[in-house]
């Protein structure tokens, strides 16, 4: 198939359509239009095989991720997604994958009302390239930088799944079998946390998706803001699949340092507590206060039951061969 007909057939008559794309995919630029009032958000991020995800996973399960990373950056900026564009190298043209690829593709921009609007194909190793769109309310952008001590410091969801699941994948690893899907679904289909992004604009000092790990991803936070941090462990948010699949120590390794959650992790101000707790209630998100920030910038502090934790592991770097 030509690079024409390739993204015709799968990708242009498979794009969601919104109002505010005046040009897709077809000339040689896509024209949209952004309503008054909005900053416009932009991120990228790129999925390389055997590097962001083993090489069998699905071509539906790496479409919905390569989309949903990019989503998860706009989620932590408290952007609401709008567009994205699809530059993918692939070894040969495929139709089968291209068809898995593609419905995988539609899926979930039909689920986050998100428009392809733009694609670039080329001979390579498989490697897929998400550039996304999204909205903010001007001046609303939501950062790493002004997290103030004092703040209390949350996280979305449970963290650690994801690194359990890809454990779990490679065989290192084996979980009781009631947990397999669950597990595996946190590694190849990460959920992005769109709606509490945007509902945490007025109300978070500070936030930043873990995509490398909780560790990693809050030192970011920590160098912007100037801040330091303490984090209660025995208070981490571990999934009951967690907690049943591996002892007590392992749970935390993975909790702590495991990548790929896309879960939001983010610092309230004493007097918006409330609004934020009510706010994520309604959105039927789970949440938890694992910690708070402190006064000594980049400093982190680890307690377990109020007594000192150290922890000796590292950060999640993307994994090889
Ligand atoms: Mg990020």
Redesign the pocket.
């Known amino acids: 198939m030509k690079e024409f007909s390739i993204i015709d057939h799968f990708f242009k008559q498979r794009s969601y359509q919104r109002k505010d794309v005046l040009i897709g995919i077809g000339d040689d630029c896509a024209v949209g239009k952004v309503a008054k009032g909005q900053n416009i958000a932009i ?1 990228t991020d790129t999925l390389v095989k055997g590097v962001h995800y083993p090489h069998d996973t699905s071509a539906r399960a790496i479409a919905h991720k390569a989309v949903a990373v990019n989503l ?2 706009l989620a ?1 900026m408290g952007a609401e997604p709008a567009w994205i564009s699809l530059s993918l190298a692939m070894p040969e043209s495929d139709p089968a994958w291209l068809e898995e690829f593609s419905l995988g593709l539609q899926e979930i921009s039909e689920y986050y009302s998100i428009q392809l609007i733009g694609g670039d194909t080329v001979q390579g190793p498989l490697t897929v390239t998400i550039t996304a769109q999204g909205f903010i309310p001007e001046g609303q952008a939501l950062t790493r930088s002004d997290a103030k001590p004092g703040d209390a410091l949350y996280v979305t969801g449970t963290i650690g799944d994801a690194g359990l699941g890809l454990d779990v994948v490679q065989n290192k690893l084996r979980i009781p079998v009631q947990f397999h899907e669950t597990i595996c679904d946190r590694l190849n289909y990460p959920t992005p946390r769109v709606l509490v992004g945007t509902m945490l604009r007025r109300v978070a000092s500070a936030c ?2 873990i ?1 490398d790990g909780l560790l990693a ?1 809050l030192q970011h936070i920590l160098d912007a803001s100037s801040c330091g941090a303490l984090i209660n462990i025995d208070k981490l948010p571990l999934s009951q699949a967690m907690l049943e699949s591996v002892d007590a120590e392992a749970s935390l390794n993975y909790g702590l340092t495991a990548g790929d959650d896309y879960e939001l992790l983010f610092c309230v101000p004493e007097d918006k507590i409330a609004n934020m707790e009510r706010a994520l209630l309604n959105a039927n998100t789970a949440f938890t206060c694992i910690g708070q920030m402190t006064g000594q910038a980049g400093k982190l502090e680890m307690q377990f039951n109020k007594q000192p934790f150290v922890f000796s592991g590292k950060g999640f770097e993307h994994f090889s061969g």
């Open positions: 991120t998860s950056d932590a930043i998706d995509s991803d």
